[in-house]
């Protein structure tokens, strides 16, 4: 064995091994050598790190297409006919739907039935608020303890699970419903009639009093949200309770406690102060969300829709406006006369402490004062007129036969327009005109969700109408 340069080698010189064993020895000093001197002059660059791989959340499921005639039968063994699909969205798919009967069900029904995998989520949070506070018997014996015409929650009439192919569905029947008002604020270059307004806030009012007092608050209102009834065009109904949370179990009201992963809940341009700040909706969180949707609607924007991929600039717009409501009001209506009501509106609200129980006739009385400054009262008329969401395409007879079957709470056929405050009659001639227009075909997202519906036009091609 020789030592050369503290290395031990081994054969002979000269020998095959011992050429071998020099050559890798000599590559591995000259490589040692030349890292001690790269070192010396200037320190090593960090190792690559691979880049962290994150996997994107798991897709929603979506349910199989149920073929008109299926019959489900919900917890309480009542069955509901399937009839055709008139939408779909995030959670599944929402079809007409009847009582089961030896009949198919038609364009007419008065039900439609929201069906998702049971693996999904949406329609299961939506349930737990409707089993608890949306059952029929709780809602009429509210509107005749407070002598309502009517109330505008949607009525829970049943939910189960339905098996097909191996997998399990969810569904919930709910009432049908018409046009959403994003789609007619849309359609009137974004500004509702100050009359329309202020009976859309007493309305809203009324539903939030009833949802409050059962323990939830919606956290979510805005025009897209809000449907007028199927059968009568003035009513309107309060839908989508995905973020409705139970603020008092057992009527013990939640601690207020900001978290940073729940900041900006809701729609950003409406949602609280207090959900911008991370904490759980409140109250007067759901008053407050109602009064910005009261100024967009009256003046057509907000005063800080112009940066809406800033959440954080939109809070601190609020939370400045909170200290300044006369600034508000100015920066709404420059050039307008100013809603003195909406002022009092939000005097009263942003003044609520977290757990106050707001004093909801208090508001009424606030928004009445604004149908005296435009001399009007409110008479329960609000849109006439309103194509219906989620038609399924129908035939001039099935349409006309629609029409006759179709009433409101009052017994007047709905065949009827309304003018300056008197039902008018419309001529036969003008009856046919509306039912070719009203062949063209209508898409209907689903009920209740942050989009609006989309129309698809004579060439197939679907047009989006914008969001809230």
């Known amino acids: 064995m020789r030592r050369v340069v503290g290395v031990i080698w081994r054969g002979r010189p000269g020998s095959l091994q011992f ?3 020099f050559r890798r020895k000599r590559q591995t000093v000259q490589g040692l050598e030349e890292r001690s001197s790269s070192s010396s002059s200037a320190a090593m660059p960090p190792k690559r ?14 349910a199989e297409e149920l073929k008109p005639g299926e019959v489900l039968t919900d917890t309480a063994k009542k069955q509901w006919k399937i009839g055709k699909p008139i939408g779909k969205g995030g959670f599944g798919l929402l079809y007409l739907a009847d009582e089961n009967s030896d009949k198919a069900v038609g364009n007419c029904a008065s039900y439609v039935i929201k069906v998702e995998p049971s693996t999904n989520g949406p329609l299961f ?15 009429h014996s509210w509107i005749a303890s407070r002598k309502l015409n009517y109330l505008g929650v949607p009525k829970y009439w049943g939910s189960g699970l339905y098996d097909k192919g191996g997998n399990s569905y969810r569904f919930m029947v709910m009432d ?25 806030g007493l309305r809203l009012i009324d539903i939030l009093e009833y949802i409050h007092d059962h323990e939830y ?14 059968k009568n065009p003035n009513e309107v109904y309060l839908v989508d309770y995905g973020l409705a949370y139970r603020y008092c179990p057992e009527g013990v009201h939640k601690e207020y406690k900001e978290d940073p992963k729940r900041c900006h809940d809701g729609t950003l341009e409406f949602t609280s102060i207090d959900a911008h700040k991370g904490a759980a909706a409140s109250r007067r969180g759901d008053l407050e969300i109602l009064g910005y949707c009261m100024l967009q609607w009256l003046s057509g924007r907000l005063p800080w829709e112009d940066n809406l991929k800033d959440a954080n600039y939109v809070r601190d717009e609020k939370i400045k406006y909170k200290g300044d409501i006369p600034g508000l009001i100015e920066k709404c209506f420059p050039c307008k006369t100013k809603p003195a009501e909406m ?3 939000f005097e009263d609200v942003l003044s609520l402490g977290y757990k106050d ?33 989620g038609d399924a395409p129908t035939t001039s007879k099935q349409q006309k036969r629609c029409a006759s079957k179709t ?7 709905s065949d009827s327009e309304l003018k300056g405050g008197k039902r008018m009659r419309k001529s036969p001639r003008a009856k046919k005109s509306e039912a070719r227009r009203n062949l063209k075909k209508v898409e209907m997202v689903e009920m209740g969700t942050q989009t609006s519906p989309s129309v698809l036009t004579g060439h197939g091609k679907r047009k989006h109408l914008s969001k809230c």
């Open 217 to 230: 608050v919606h956290g979510d209102i805005k025009a897209s949200n809000l449907l007028l009834s199927y």
């Open 176 to 200: 049908r419903f018409g046009s959403d008002l994003q789609k007619i604020f849309e359609q009137n270059h974004r500004i509702f009639p100050k009359k329309f307004v202020l009976q859309l």
């Open 357 to 389: 129980r707001p004093q909801y006739q208090r508001l009424r009385d606030i928004l009445k004062q604004g149908f005296k400054s435009i001399g009007c009262i409110d008479d329960g008329v609000l849109v006439s007129g309103a194509s219906s969401n």
């Open 125 to 139: 949070s939506e349930l737990k608020f409707y089993m608890r506070a949306a059952k029929p018997d709780l809602i």
């Open 19 to 21: 050429v071998r064993q």
């Open 407 to 413: 009433v409101d709470h009052e017994g007047n056929a």
């Open 49 to 62: 790190v691979a880049a962290v791989r994150t996997r994107a959340p798991p897709k929603r499921k979506m």
């Open 343 to 345: 002022t009092k509106y």
